[in-house]
């Protein structure tokens, strides 16, 4: 059975840091692209970064381009999004995801709140 669970939300200022993980289990983790998308109150789900399935290679949304940073230990069947300089307009839940055997499968989701 596919799981994702991600931690690490919280409230925090504008200008801070939240490192979000998500632990996998059910699957080859390593062998695997993953994904963290947000969705904000009102709007869409998007997609925020991605990782291939070694770690090389990411790809960034373009509002948390220089700001977010995504990771994973594969030992650990971990990914991590680390997010830093944070603006008011990143407060939303965020997703882990992962898409296997012609399905995605989604965490149940960690609040980032960014207020003052």
């Known amino acids: 059975q596919v799981q994702l669970v991600e931690s690490g939300g919280g409230l925090v200022q504008p200008g801070g840091s939240l490192r979000l993980s998500c632990a996998a289990s059910?699957?080859?983790?390593?062998?695997?692209?993953m994904y963290w998308y947000r969705q904000a109150p009102g709007k869409e789900r998007e997609l925020v970064a991605r990782?291939?399935?070694?770690?090389?290679?990411?790809t960034y949304l373009d509002s948390v381009k220089g700001r977010f940073t995504i990771s994973r230990n594969n030992a650990k069947n971990t990914v991590y999004l680390q997010m830093n300089s944070l603006k008011f307009e990143d407060t939303a839940v965020y997703y882990c995801?992962?898409?296997?055997?012609?399905?995605?499968?989604w965490g149940q989701g960690t609040q980032v709140t960014v207020s003052s």
């Open positions: 995801n992962a898409y296997l055997y012609g399905s995605h499968y």
């Open positions: 990782i291939t399935s070694n770690g090389i290679s990411t």
């Open positions: 059910g699957f080859t983790f390593s062998n695997y692209v």
